[in-house]
């Protein structure tokens, strides 16, 4: 078989410049295509790294402000509780402390109702007491009494102080009023004479004596003129012992009181 070399220099001329008009105008576009192509993804996919990345900080991030959330939030529960817990102390401690309070001024109150309602019953006792006394005295009251008073009297007026004698023979003489002179019975004439006789010898003086009835004495008699008084009279007794009484429980009642106050201090 003869090689016809022209058809074949001619085909190999026409598969080199096809080789190269591919070269030129199909693979250099196709290839330039397929590094765009590759550049591209490669961007796109730098892209989804570099988006990735951030969203994992971002949800880094967010877990840390979650945590410090619940954190502080949990703090908070803490401290609220806290508070209540104190609050709620502070409630019962000033519940308590006004409960006790009360109580204290309770058994305060109690104790002083029952002293007073105690020094009220013994004052009123002593009074009756002394009532029945007074009133027993002025019954038993008799003639011979009533003698026995009026030189009592007498002999009292005889028995005066210098100086209780000088002031109430001064406050005779210098009475503008007549000076009185009261008795608890109804004095005779003889025993009204007798009484300024020795009222005119005892203070050397000629005054008027005016004779009046006294409800008030207990078979007792009261000379009195310009401020000064002379008296005998069986309500004195009675009216110095109940005075003394009433030291005696006054004193008591001051013991009865200190003895309180250190137990309405430890209530």
Do not use: C
Request: hydrophobic fraction near 45%.
């Amino acid at each position: 078989m003869l090689i016809d070399w022209f058809t074949v220099g001619a085909q190999t001329l026409n598969f080199l410049i096809l080789v190269w008009l591919m070269k030129r105008f199909l693979y250099r576009p196709i290839l330039q295509a397929i590094d765009a192509r590759e550049q591209h993804i490669a961007a796109e996919l730098a892209d989804a790294d570099s988006t990735r990345e951030q969203a994992r900080t971002e949800r880094e991030a967010f877990r840390h402000r979650n945590e410090a959330f619940d954190e502080e939030r949990a703090a908070l529960m803490r401290s609220a509780t806290e508070e209540v817990r104190i609050e709620r102390q502070r409630l019962l401690d000033e519940a308590r402390t006004a409960a006790d309070d009360l109580s204290a001024q309770r058994d305060t109150l109690q104790r002083s109702e029952a002293r007073d309602l105690h020094q009220e019953l013994r004052h009123r006792t002593q009074q009756e007491v002394f009532a029945i006394a007074r009133k027993a005295l002025a019954d038993l009251a008799t003639e011979s009494l009533e003698a026995s008073v009026v030189e009592l009297f007498i002999r009292r007026l005889d028995a005066m102080q210098s100086a209780d004698k000088a002031r109430l023979g001064e406050a005779l003489r210098t009475a503008s009023q007549t000076a009185r002179l009261r008795s608890a019975f109804e004095l005779s004439e003889a025993q009204r004479t007798a009484l300024r006789d020795a009222l005119n010898a005892a203070f050397s003086t000629e005054r008027e004596v005016s004779f009046e009835l006294a409800t008030d004495l207990v078979a007792g008699i009261e000379l009195s003129a310009n401020g000064q008084r002379l008296s005998w009279n069986i309500a004195d007794y009675v009216t110095t012992l109940e005075r003394g009484v009433d030291e005696v429980l006054a004193k008591r009642g001051k013991a009865l009181t200190g003895n309180v106050q250190p137990e309405t201090a430890n209530a």
